[in-house]
């Protein structure tokens, strides 16, 4: 089992900046990729990003590219999500995503993001 725990949630104005931080515990050996996704209300939860866990590579949503950078630190055990020039449109619960070698999927508990002046 791995657990995720997010923080780093909150009320920003559009055009600013927040960080979102995702730590992982428990059977994290084989752990291949971390990243984010989130669903806002009444619609389906969608990809954002996500890191290999023992390499360099990144991928992101185009809605988001540019604007928001995934990183991580091995020895934490954590994996960032910096996101700048927010839009109101990225108002979302955003969710950390473990995805082992063996394809098991897990999800963090959800961190609110609100976009709004």
């Known amino acids: 089992q791995v657990q995720l725990v997010e923080s780093g949630g909150g009320l920003v104005q559009p055009g600013g900046s927040l960080r979102l931080s995702c730590a992982a515990s428990g059977s994290i050996s084989s752990i291949y990729i971390m990243g984010w996704h989130r669903q806002a209300p009444g619609k389906e939860r969608e990809f954002v990003a996500h890191i290999i866990w023992s390499g360099d590579n990144t991928y992101y949503a185009d809605s988001v590219k540019g604007r928001f950078t995934i990183s991580r630190d091995n020895a934490k055990n954590t994996v960032y999500l910096q996101m700048n020039s927010l839009k109101p449109e990225d108002t979302a619960v955003y969710y950390c995503?473990?995805?082992?070698?063996?394809?098991?999927?897990?999800w963090g508990q959800g961190t609110q993001v609100t976009v709004s002046s």
């Open positions: 995503n473990a995805k082992k070698i063996n394809s098991e999927n897990y």
